[in-house]
């Protein structure tokens, strides 16, 4: 019983280098979110999935690109990390939306640019 | 637009009840969640309030009032595990509509 998983959980990297964050989640649940935090910020979305092959931007996407191939996974992509991409990245998964249901977070990967 | 408030942090002593208010103005409205956050951890659920009033579970209930914009969590016999941070999260409409995350409350219980 997995869950909902990501993968790494810490990833230190340098500035320009493209890097992944790995999202996976075993209920077969149509919805995918990814979200960063920050102190002061709070949980502000990136992306968000409503089913495969169908993406969406949220509230701060610059920088970033996903995909949804798969129902259960959902990759974070930062084509070219930089310092203000230094965060705490969490991937949440729901059944149906946000309108009805709760939203399952993993969690977590802890981003460091330097 | 669309601004959510919550009182930043907050302290507590063990065995009491505290109440952690949350407000919003948002473009559109269809309920509100309240999230639960241990440091160093993931967010977990608490509450979805969609209709007026409060809605218990345990030692935590969540009340709303939709004409007010107003929510909050009250949470009683306060625990020592209860120290962490509480999130309010408000949907604006059907299906896919995302989540907008106040900034969250950090709880701290004291003995």
């Known amino acids: 019983d997995a869950g909902i998983t990501q993968s790494p959980r810490y990833k230190i990297t340098e500035t320009g280098r493209q890097v992944t964050l790995m999202c996976h989640q075993t209920?077969?649940?149509?919805?995918m979110f990814w979200y960063r935090q920050d102190l002061g910020h709070g949980l502000r979305l990136i992306y968000y999935?409503?089913?495969?092959?169908?993406?969406d931007k949220g509230e701060v996407p610059d920088g970033y690109v996903v995909s949804r191939s798969k129902t259960e996974n959902f990759p974070l992509t930062l084509e070219s990390a930089t310092r203000s991409q230094t965060s705490v990245y969490f991937c949440?998964?729901?059944?149906?939306?946000?309108?009805?249901?709760?939203?399952?977070f993993g969690p977590g990967t802890r981003l460091t640019v330097t | 637009g669309q601004n959510i408030d919550q009182p930043t942090e907050m302290t507590a002593t063990e065995g009491a009840i505290v109440q952690i208010n949350c407000t919003y103005q948002?473009?559109?409205?269809?309920?509100l969640f309240w999230y639960q956050q241990h440091a160093g951890e993931a967010p977990t659920f608490l509450s979805y309030?969609?209709?007026?009033g409060l809605e218990e579970k345990g030692r935590f209930s969540s009340f709303l009032s939709r004409s007010k914009g107003y929510s909050y969590l009250l949470l009683k016999e306060l625990q020592m595990k209860d120290s962490a941070s509480y999130l309010c999260?408000?949907?604006?409409?059907?299906?896919?509509?995302?989540?907008?995350f106040g900034k969250g409350t950090r709880l701290s219980v004291i003995a």
């Open positions: 209920w077969s649940h149509s919805y």
């Open positions: 948002t473009s559109g409205f269809n309920g």
């Open positions: 949440a998964s729901s059944e149906i939306g946000t309108s009805g249901g709760p939203q399952y």
């Open positions: 999935s409503a089913a495969a092959d169908i993406t």
């Open positions: 999260a408000v949907t604006k409409g059907s299906g896919n509509t995302p989540l907008v």
């Open positions: 309030n969609v209709l007026d």
